[in-house]
């Protein structure tokens, strides 16, 4: 294993115990994530509200560090509960009229990116099925159901099923050759591929961070372009949407100009510390260098698993984080709960095996996946 990610094996007990290929499902986090909650937990029962203002001041520099994974501004990200938070702000803050269409691959997505809109239907607003007959989005396909009614196309970066990696930047430009505003399901490539939110034209990323970015669960954030923001009601608003928030001796309703006005109430600050340590390792280590690494493993999985006749998918040109793959004549419910007694994690997810190694996974942790298949004799 290279070097400098040898090191950062420590930092995640975990694998001492499990061969863990399952960051698109739920991750491991990490020691100094761990230390980070720890550390503000200490605080809390030795001081009470002594330090509000540093854990706020903390708050701000957690949010930079997550604008910055995303190359987008501090004033452009909320922090939200989860993906499906954020999604559903963005559904519900819009001012939809009867007869306007999103476009989304519903029978592909996974459902934090299609209940949101569908639920907007008793509104008068269509939900157009893109379809994607190879298991992704491609801005062709997205393309042929864009009507002059389509307001919005929605779709996740990385399909959580297939693996399949979406364009954004050629999505992105379709978008806005068309006057069309795009919004990314961004939890399966935050933390896992570099992510660029200009580059690639979105104008709104929802993503958690349980999954690639090494947190927990019940935090992550909203990016909210900082051209449509003024477009975007808050579903739900509170002390902290406003501009005089912490001023409570008087009624001053006038909500923040940024992402900032999303956020309510009082901050989920365990959460916020665990997300911020989590970025720190990840920027530390480095999006592209993380990126590099993932794909030299999924190379290793692919050429092992077609080495035994398995059927692979997807290609190396459509791959983010994750492989998924059939092995012939087995089934794949018992070959998973023969993986998941051998102390393997991963997922089965529409009758394949899912399989999502991160930066800290090894050359020989591969292999090993690749003979438990090969020594796998049906009951």
């Not at 499906?84 to 009229?97: F, I, K």
């Not at 399949?164 to 978008?175: K, N, S």
Request: hydrophobic share 40%; glycine share 10%; with cysteine.
């Amino acid at each position: 294993m290279p070097a400098p990610f040898e090191s950062y094996r420590a930092e995640f007990p975990v694998l001492k115990e499990q061969l863990y290929l399952n960051h698109a499902g739920v991750a491991p986090t990490s020691v100094r994530a761990a230390a980070a909650v720890k550390a503000w937990m200490d605080d809390v029962v030795n001081h009470g509200v002594l330090h509000e203002r540093g854990w706020e001041a903390h708050s701000e520099k957690v949010r930079g560090l997550a604008a910055r994974i995303i190359g987008a501004s501090p004033q452009e990200v909320a922090f939200v509960r989860n993906t499906s938070h954020g999604l559903g702000l963005v559904a519900e803050g819009l001012d939809w009229r009867p007869g306007d269409e999103v476009a989304v691959a519903t029978r592909l997505e996974y459902p934090s990116n299609v209940y949101p809109w569908q639920h907007l239907q008793d509104r008068g607003v269509g939900v157009r099925e893109i379809p994607a007959p190879r298991g992704g989005v491609t801005p062709e396909a997205v393309a042929s159901v864009l009507t002059p009614r389509t307001r919005l196309v929605a779709v996740s970066s990385v399909q959580f099923a297939t693996g399949h990696r979406t364009d954004l930047e050629a999505l992105g430009a379709l978008c806005e050759r068309a006057g069309v505003l795009l919004c990314v399901d961004g939890i399966q490539s935050v933390g896992c591929i570099p992510v660029d939110v200009k580059r690639s034209r979105a104008h709104f990323l929802s993503a958690d961070s349980h999954k690639w970015m090494l947190g927990i669960s019940g935090i992550g954030f909203l990016y909210v372009a900082k051209d449509v923001l003024p477009r975007v009601r808050p579903a739900l608003v509170g002390w902290r949407s406003t501009t005089d928030a912490w001023n409570f001796n008087r009624s001053h309703f006038e909500l923040r100009p940024d992402a900032a006005k999303f956020e309510e109430g009082s901050a989920a600050y365990p959460g916020i510390y665990a997300l911020g340590a989590a970025l720190e390792l990840l920027l530390e280590v480095g999006p592209d260098a993380i990126g590099a690494r993932i794909g030299a493993l999924l190379a290793r999985l692919d050429a092992g698993l077609r080495g035994l006749g398995c059927d692979v998918g997807p290609e190396p040109q459509d791959r983010a984080g994750i492989l998924t793959f059939l092995s012939p004549g087995v089934n794949v419910r018992a070959l998973g709960a023969y993986l998941g007694e051998r102390r393997v994690s991963h997922s089965v997810r529409r009758g394949r095996i899912r399989l999502s190694p991160h930066f800290y996974n090894t050359d020989e942790e591969m292999d090993r996946l690749v003979e438990l298949v090969r020594a796998y004799r049906p009951g």
